[in-house]
């Protein structure tokens, strides 16, 4: 039993919850041994008939089982006064069933169909042919007997999953023909006498005994959706909203239900296209956003509304009146990232409704369910089950990436091409501000009508992402877990892992679990009891007693009493962050024009204005710091979320440890603005991000897995800001710098990546500031030695196998490619006096300028590759930078014709893209004029001093007030706003505030 555990939940150590669950193993395995000794007898299928199997995908072998087992639904269905003669719901039941058979069977068949043909049991001189010899098995008196032994279990859950299916249609008929006349008198669409010609069971996820949601349709053509849990919510929503109608004037569509019995019937909202101008539409969402919030309601994504010709409906309305859930206080807590979280996750932005990018762990990759951000083509951000090589015996089943298909039932921002993204923007905000305006004027008025219409109702409480449930029993259907009932058990039981500190709540999912069904909790507004079970008294549990702080209904009370207006411009601005990734790049390009027109004046900006533009930045950094209740945890911001692995998420979010987005490059910002104006504000808000950030690297809180090294994106990213804030603000830290470059040495490993960006070679720079900081003695050799291993560790895998002539990675340029990984090295060479490092940053220094295309006199950004690019990641100004530093410490490496050529294309492209550092003009301005600082003339006299002033007055300055695009609501050093103000203090003193875009 220890074995199972240690094997299937590797990551649960010893203590209450591990020995917990070994006892509750050892009954289950009692009970398994029971269940399994009394096994299945079944009559094996026909003999394969391969005109049944034509696509090769088994679906006569499970459309067998579910029809023996499945045996009244014939009966019931001919005998039913109220379903029409002519139907097809035995047909689609069948049909339907067969794929959730096939969920739980095919690995199983698959691994047998492997096992077969590994022992060369299989006749046939073809894949498909052996295929065939495979399946006269399975269908054979012989195969069925010995599947059966091999797997009791299995076919055991196969006729509990038919068995509660048909179980459960047919309580919908009878449901359907005890309602009869109120479902034509209450439910619009439904006509006299109706009679039931097909149900549609949800092809998606089953609670309480494999029920789900199932539409039903009339012989007269009428639809109405069954819903199997009390809908009390959905009346009471729909009543709402009619209340909000008369009194705010809000127009929108309502729903009619009809409770019965368990559940209910709810009226079929047809997917149509919006009656009104588009305008008008988001004006609709705005209002719906807002007493969606008002009702605190959660998971309102893209599944859960349809738009019909009067506009957006909410279809599914369980998750209104969210309550927080009671758990035991961790030291997390008090940490200003999870103030933050919380924050986001209790705003407008969580509600679902808007633009909501999701991801799958700490996976960059994201998918936007929002019910008007969400767009079929979309990565999925975990992978799904794929089937390969149907009717062959080498198919198999393989985990593979996917896009998602299904379309949107709603207008989406990019569907709504007539009206631009800005406007839907302004348009929601509008609206949303009305409802909320009103609620803070009348909160007495809303919290009764939310109190009379769904004071009493009944809500779900969803512990887990759906995805984490789907993915366990994904994992249950695994064949070693289908033989052996105790690895089920250890896989379903993983919900301890997030759900262990209660372990009343980690049972009952792992009960509801292990009935294949997605777990299902439910609360009422007026309780702080969790519940399970079918909906009626009869059938239900109290899972925990006090699972949440407080009762729903009291939750919703504060937020309304709480409205203010420095709530409600909180909440617009979750609004503008939630679109900020669906802003157009059309907006992006600046037009910055580096060479002036002959004759012009010079520009000539004050120190006053410069500084003025640089501490309003800082200003708004320091009012919307989160700051922790806990001070061993650090500041942090909301803000779009920037990750150079994937730049096109930029969902709102909070800022985390890196300096490329997060929030120690505003920290930096901060400590330069308190150095430069002597204000406290800034040197105290960067204390704050900084100081606990070094104290929990010297207490060993930041390692782990999650943790990467990397210059810009990794741990040397923020010691590079501790290091060069401790200078500014002229404090001590509570590490050397010695002691501070040890820690980055042993996290020196080659799966860190060689990069200037994200790996090594920006580690290594960040040694060499730590070099120059570090005082004589013992320090400094710390800071060597910890050079050396970092180098050494560099120069391995630039020599490894995956290099050619160093090209270690696919990229020419500087922060991902060769020329910002061989200047770094040419520096630590020179100042260590490292020949084999020398040598390695030469041949990769004389390799990019080798790359260079005489067919358009440019680089390409990937080695061999047509593409051009044109900014300091990727192109001629980062390429520039890095021949800056090559020819700093390795004089003549770079002919003077190639400096002027990366010179020329600078000017002629790295400007007027769009104003940040990483790719755009705040970069090529500062090469530039460092370039023509150290290499007088190298652009031929065309740049001028006035460079920077001219950029400051055309585009830094309140850039947010001149652009509506991502960059104007980034706060990130390398594409937001913090490099607006860091491009401000480099102008003002470059000798005091270094280049960050080569961690100088």
């Not at 039932?409 to 009103?438: C, D, H, M, W």
Request: contains cysteine; glycine residues 10%.
């Amino acid at each position: 039993m220890a074995g199972i555990l240690h094997k299937y939940l590797p990551e649960l150590p010893a203590g209450e919850i591990w020995d917990r669950l070994h006892d509750k193993f050892l009954d289950e395995a009692a009970r398994a041994d029971e269940a399994g000794a009394v096994g299945v007898d079944v009559a094996p299928p026909a003999a394969y008939d391969p005109a049944l199997d034509a696509d090769g995908q088994l679906w006569d072998y499970f459309s067998h089982f579910v029809r023996l087992w499945a045996d009244r639904v014939d009966g019931v269905v001919a005998a039913s006064p109220a379903v029409a003669p002519e139907n097809t719901i035995v047909r689609d039941f069948v049909n339907g069933l067969a794929g959730a058979v096939s969920g739980l069977m095919l690995r199983t068949l698959l691994e047998e169909l492997h096992r077969h043909r590994a022992a060369g049991l299989l006749s046939g001189d073809t894949p498909e042919a052996r295929y065939r010899s495979f399946r006269e098995w399975t269908n054979s008196a012989a195969g069925h007997a010995e599947l059966l032994e091999r797997y009791p279990h299995l076919f055991l859950a196969v006729r509990t999953r038919v068995r509660t299916a048909e179980d459960y249609l047919l309580h919908l008929i009878a449901e359907v023909g005890r309602h009869r006349e109120a479902l034509a008198a209450r439910i619009p669409g439904v006509g006299a006498n109706p009679l039931v010609t097909a149900v549609s069971l949800g092809a998606g996820d089953t609670h309480n005994g494999g029920k789900t949601a199932a539409q039903i349709l009339f012989a007269d053509g009428g639809r109405v959706l069954y819903k199997p849990h009390p809908i009390e919510a959905e009346v009471g929503y729909n009543a709402f909203i009619a209340w909000a109608n008369e009194h705010l004037g809000t127009g929108l569509r309502t729903v009619s239900a009809l409770p019965a019995g368990e559940g209910g019937f709810v009226e079929f909202v047809r997917t149509e296209e919006f009656a009104g101008e588009a305008e008008e539409y988001f004006a609709h969402i705005g209002r719906l956003a807002g007493l969606l919030y008002l009702l605190k309601a959660t998971d309102i994504h893209y599944e859960n509304v349809v738009t019909c010709a009067e506009g957006p409906v909410v279809v599914d309305t369980e998750t209104l009146l969210t309550p927080r859930l009671s758990r035991p206080a961790t030291d997390a807590d008090g940490s200003a990232a999870h103030q933050a979280a919380t924050a986001i996750r209790d705003s407008v932005a969580g509600i679902g409704i808007l633009p909501m990018v999701v991801k799958a762990n700490d996976s960059d990759r994201g998918m936007d369910i929002g019910a008007i951000g969400y767009d079929p083509g979309q990565e999925i951000p975990y992978r799904t089950f794929v089937v390969r090589n149907h009717g062959r015996d080498d198919m198999f089943v393989e985990l593979a990436e996917a896009r998602t298909a299904a379309a949107n039932a709603n207008l989406s921002v990019f569907g709504a091409a007539t009206v631009p993204v800005p406007v839907q923007r302004e348009v929601i905000k509008t609206e949303f501000r009305r409802v909320l305006e009103y609620a803070r004027a009348r909160p007495d008025e809303v919290l009764g009508a939310i109190g009379t219409h769904l004071g009493d109702a009944r809500f779900r409480h969803v512990n887990q992402p759906t995805i984490f449930y789907t993915q366990l029993l994904r994992m249950a259907t695994h064949p070693a877990a289908m033989r052996d009932p105790l690895v089920r058990t250890a896989l379903l039981n993983r919900v301890v892992l997030r759900t262990g500190d209660a372990h009343q709540l980690a049972d009952e999912e792992a009960r509801q679990l292990a009935a294949w069904d997605v777990p299902y909790f439910s609360y009422s507004a007026r309780s702080t009891a969790l519940l399970a079970g079918s909906g009626t008294p009869a059938g239900e549990k109290v899972v925990r007693a006090e699972a949440f702080e407080e009762p729903a209904l009291d939750t919703v009370r504060r937020r309304i009493a709480t409205l203010s207006p420095e709530v409600i411009d909180r909440e617009l601005l979750m609004v503008d962050l939630a679109f900020v990734n669906k802003l157009p790049e059309e907006q992006e390009p600046t037009g910055f024009v580096p060479v002036p027109p002959a004759g012009g004046t010079p520009v000539d900006v004050s120190r006053e204005r410069l500084l003025g533009e640089a501490a309003r930045i800082g200003d708004e950094l320091v009012a919307t710091m989160f700051e922790s209740a806990d001070p061993s945890f650090p500041a942090t911001w909301i803000a779009p979320q920037v990750m150079t692995a994937e730049q096109s998420q930029w969902s709102p979010g909070t800022l985390g440890y890196d300096l490329y987005g997060g929030s120690p490059g505003l920290a930096l910002v901060l400590a330069g603005l308190a150095r430069e104006t002597g204000d406290r504000r800034y040197a105290d808000a960067a204390r704050l991000v900084l100081g606990p950030m070094e104290d929990q690297l010297r207490r060993g809180a930041m390692d782990g897995p999650k943790i990467s090294v990397g210059g810009m994106t990794g741990l040397a990213g923020t010691v590079y800001a501790i290091t060069t804030a401790r200078r500014l603000l002229g404090t001590p830290g509570g590490l050397s710098a010695g002691e501070l470059a040890r820690e980055l040495a042993r996290r020196a490993e080659p799966d860190a990546g060689c990069d200037f960006v994200s790996g090594m070679a920006g580690t290594l720079a960040v040694c060499m500031v730590l070099y120059r900081d570090a005082a004589e003695g013992t320090d400094r050799k710390l800071v060597e030695e910890a050079a050396r291993t970092v180098a050494a560790a560099e120069a391995a895998l630039l020599r490894g196998p995956h290099a050619e002539h160093g090209r270690a990675t696919p990229y020419t340029g500087y922060a991902h490619g060769s020329m910002g990984i061989a200047p770094v090295l040419l520096e630590y060479a020179h100042v260590f006096e490292d020949a084999d490092v020398r040598d390695l940053g030469l041949a990769m220094v004389a390799d990019v300028l080798g790359a260079y295309d005489e067919s358009d006199g440019d680089w390409p950004r990937i080695w061999g590759g047509k593409e051009r690019s044109c900014a300091w990641c990727h192109g001629a100004p980062g390429m520039l930078l890095g021949a800056l530093s090559a020819v700093r410490h390795a004089p003549g490496s770079i002919p003077r014709a190639q400096l002027e050529r990366l010179a020329e294309l600078t000017l002629q492209h790295g400007f007027g893209n769009n104003p940040t550092y990483c790719h755009g003009d705040l970069a090529s301005a500062e090469i530039a004029v460092m370039a023509e600082r150290e290499l007088p003339g190298l652009f031929g006299g065309r740049v001028s001093d006035d460079l920077y002033p001219r950029l400051f007055t055309q585009v830094v300055e309140r850039y947010g007030e001149r652009a509506d695009t991502k960059y104007a609501y980034s706060s990130s050093l390398l594409v937001g706003r913090a490099g607006f103000a860091w491009s401000v203090l480099r102008h003002l003193d470059p000798g005091t505030y270094p280049c960050v875009l080569s961690l100088a």
